[in-house]
Every structure is written in structure tokens, then in C-alpha cells.
């Protein structure tokens, strides 16, 4: 809609249409992704979707490059209309995609979860004379369905309950929301999107490439000169997200996100020295740091943990406040961050930055359980345990929880906190 016709407003309601749709596939991906996965696998998987989204904007800035030579009356539509292309092969692909089976089983449909569960585990799914003696065979997949079948037993009860009734009432879902919005809030207070939006423009105020600008030739190639600036940026994310994919599963969601964290505070510090030291190459290195070690954790852990934490009753309007959040962190940082720079400086923001994931940190090592390898049932039964969300059981790979030691049941727990609530 937004290139096809001139006019202010059209183009506003294109960008209106494609952010609501964005919107719904942030939401959406990763909750498809963790009712699908296997546990071990889980992590990675949701990783994936973080690579997909990255891996498409250092993409998309290379095809903007290449159009922006062309000339400008027009070439800004074709970058918009170019990103029809991949959301049209999006859904021809996942018109292929079965149904999560937590949804067929919210469904009522528990025979088609069952088939699905063991589509997607690659094993042939149990048909006629067989299919008891398949079903015998392949306890794992048998327990997960059990698993998915009783918490959706739970569902039914979390229907007409508001959010503000689990803020106040649910102690467990309390802490569960307050930790997956902290992440969603502390990834964009950390400063991302002042690079992905502004990196090239931060970029020109280190001094890069300034003598390049007075020359006339090369001035009118400027605008291309600042798209093509953010693709080196935007790469360093997307290796450290490779990274994090290869190291999620095995070093565990809490130390990598701790990990993370550590290093991108210490590219904030370095890119504000470099402003400080007025070090065009410095302020370039810190800011390459940062982007790496973001993408190293603090960019994939939003999506995986607040994917796998909340009850299953709840999970869709958690999910969708924590992505409320993130989407208004996200704004607040771009509307801010320019006025910042230049009331403060560049050097006094980016440290402001750095004291905000510090502070988060803090929190994140005392309030972070370990949730890698664990089911989503098991995951919930970490936050009906109050001790379980301190360090000392958070660590050791998801410590007494993950060595099997016996916690209160969810369902007990659930059902207790629900008369609360009603």
C-alpha cells in the first residue's frame, strides 16, 4: 500500500498494516516455536527466529544499498515494495505448517495433537493394529502429550481473568510477568535500536568519513553511503546470535543472558569513551563489541524465556503484554535518544545505557532461574517455588529443579491461587 500511490496518509497506513503485522509474528513466532520443540532443543529453535529477523534486516539493508543508486523519484518505493516479496513466501511456507499441538489439544482434538507430536519428532505416526504397541514404545512422546493435555485442563479455568487480577492475585505469575517484561524492557533500554536506527548517523558524528561528504561527487552518493554503513553493524548481531545458537542449549539460558549482558555494558562504556576521547575508531570498535555481545544473548533471551514461562492459562495475555512492553521501550528509546545526544552528548548517553543494564543485571542474577532442558511444566513449577528463583537455585544448570528434586505440584499450587483470584 505505502509505495503504490502518493500521499502522506497513504504511505502512513502502509506502515500501519505491515507494524501490526509485525507485531502479530513477534508475538506469535516464538510461542509456536516452544509449544512445538522439544525441550533439549527449544532454546535453539527460538534462537532461530531472532536469526531469521536479523539476518533479514542486514538483508534488507544490502537490497536497499543496491536501489538506492537508482534514482531517488523512485527507488525508495521499490525498498518498500521489496518487503512484500518474503512475507509472501512466509505464507506460502507455513501454509505447509501443521498446528502447534497445544493448540489441537485447547482444541479438543487429542488425537491429532498425538499424530502431530509424532510428525514433527520425525516417527511415524501410530495407525490401526499398531498404533497401541507404538503408543507403548514411545513414552517420552506420550508423557509430553499427557503433559500438554493437563495443562490445558488448567486453561479452561484462566478464561475472563484480567491481567490486573494476576498482578495482584497470582504470586507465581507475578514473578513470572515481571521477569519476561524486565527482559523485553532491558533489551531495548540497552540501546539497540539507537544503532539499528541511527547507526549510520552515529557513525558520521564519530568523524567517519566526514572529508568524504565535501567533496560534490560523493556527496550525492551520501544516502547510500549511510545504508550501506549499517550492514557491517548489523552483521556483528547476527554472529553473535550464530553463537548463541551453538551455545544456548549446552551453557544454559541464565549464564549466557548474565554473559551477554556483562559484555554489552562494556560496549556501552566503550562506545561512550570513545565519544569521550573523541575516537572515531574507538567509538566504531565499541560499537561493533556491542552489537555482538547484544546478539550474543540479551537479543534471543526475550524471545526464548518469555516464550516458556507462563502457565499455559495465562500464556497468551502474558505474552502479549510482555510484547506491549518491548514495543514501548522500543519507542521510547527512538524518541528519545536523538534529544538525549544532543542535550547531553553522545558520551553521556551511551553511559546512561550502560547503568541501566548494570542495574538490570543485578536483578536478572537474583531473579533468573535456569530453564534450559526443562519442559514447560517444569518451568512453571519453578515459580510456584519461591526459593527457586533465587541464585543459589538458579545456578548449576537450573540447579534442585533440573537434578529432580521434587517441587510442589502446579497443579495443586494453580488451583489454590485461582480461588484467590476468582
Request: charge should be negative.
Amino acid at each position: 500500500v505505502g509505495p503504490v500511490k502518493d500521499g502522506y496518509y497513504v504511505l502512513v497506513l502502509g506502515r500501519l498494516i505491515v507494524g501490526t503485522a509485525i507485531g502479530l509474528a513477534s508475538e506469535g513466532g516464538p510461542l509456536y516455536i516452544s509449544e512445538c520443540a522439544p525441550p533439549t532443543v527449544r532454546g535453539s529453535l527460538t534462537t532461530l527466529f531472532n536469526v531469521a529477523v536479523v539476518g533479514g534486516q542486514v538483508f534488507a539493508s544490502i537490497v536497499c544499498g543496491i536501489v538506492s543508486y537508482l534514482p531517488s523519484t523512485y527507488n525508495w518505493r521499490l525498498m518498500l515494495a521489496f518487503g512484500a516479496v518474503p512475507a509472501l513466501l512466509q505464507m506460502i511456507g507455513f501454509a505447509s505448517l501443521p498446528p502447534s499441538p497445544a493448540w489441537l489439544v485447547l482444541k479438543g482434538r487429542t488425537e491429532d495433537a498425538r499424530k502431530i507430536l509424532y510428525q514433527i519428532r520425525g516417527l511415524p505416526a501410530p495407525e490401526g493394529e499398531e498404533e497401541q504397541e507404538a503408543i507403548n514404545q514411545n513414552d517420552d512422546i506420550e508423557f509430553e502429550l499427557k503433559e500438554i493435555v493437563d495443562e490445558h485442563e488448567l486453561a479452561k479455568k484462566g478464561h475472563g481473568v484480567s491481567l490486573w487480577k494476576l498482578w495482584r492475585a497470582h504470586p507465581a505469575v507475578r514473578r513470572a510477568m515481571t521477569l519476561g517484561c524486565m527482559l523485553w524492557a532491558v533489551s531495548q533500554l540497552a540501546g539497540i535500536n539507537t544503532i539499528m536506527y541511527y547507526g549510520a548517523s552515529i557513525i558520521r558524528a564519530t568523524g567517519v568519513g566526514e572529508e568524504e561528504y565535501h567533496d560534490g561527487e560523493a556527496h550525492k552518493h551520501r544516502d547510500s553511503l549511510d545504508i550501506w554503513l549499517t550492514v557491517p553493524l548489523m552483521s556483528m548481531q547476527l554472529l553473535g546470535i550464530f553463537v548463541c545458537y551453538s551455545i544456548i542449549d549446552k551453557r544454559g539460558r541464565r549464564s549466557t543472558l548474565l554473559l551477554s549482558m556483562t559484555l554489552v555494558w562494556i560496549g556501552l562504556v566503550l562506545i561512550a569513551l570513545g565519544f569521550a576521547a573523541d575516537s572515531p575508531g574507538f567509538t566504531v570498535f565499541g560499537m561493533c563489541f556491542y552489537l555482538f555481545s547484544f546478539g550474543l544473548g540479551l537479543s534471543t533471551m526475550p524471545y526464548t524465556i518469555n516464550s516458556e514461562i507462563y502457565p499455559v492459562e495465562y500464556r497468551s495475555k502474558c505474552v502479549a503484554q510482555a510484547t506491549a512492553v518491548f514495543w514501548l521501550s522500543n519507542f521510547l528509546v527512538s524518541l528519545t535518544f536523538l534529544s538525549l545526544a544532543r542535550g547531553w552528548g553522545h558520551a553521556q548517553t551511551f553511559f546512561l545505557y550502560a547503568v541501566i543494564v548494570v542495574v538490570s543485571e543485578i536483578y536478572f542474577y537474583f531473579q533468573m532461574p535456569e530453564t534450559t532442558g526443562l519442559s514447560l511444566h517444569e518451568i512453571q513449577q519453578l515459580f510456584e517455588s519461591q526459593g527457586s528463583t533465587t541464585a543459589a537455585a538458579a545456578t548449576n544448570n537450573g540447579g534442585d529443579a533440573a537434578a529432580g528434586v521434587e517441587l510442589p505440584s502446579v497443579q495443586e499450587s494453580g488451583q489454590g491461587n485461582e480461588k484467590e483470584i476468582v
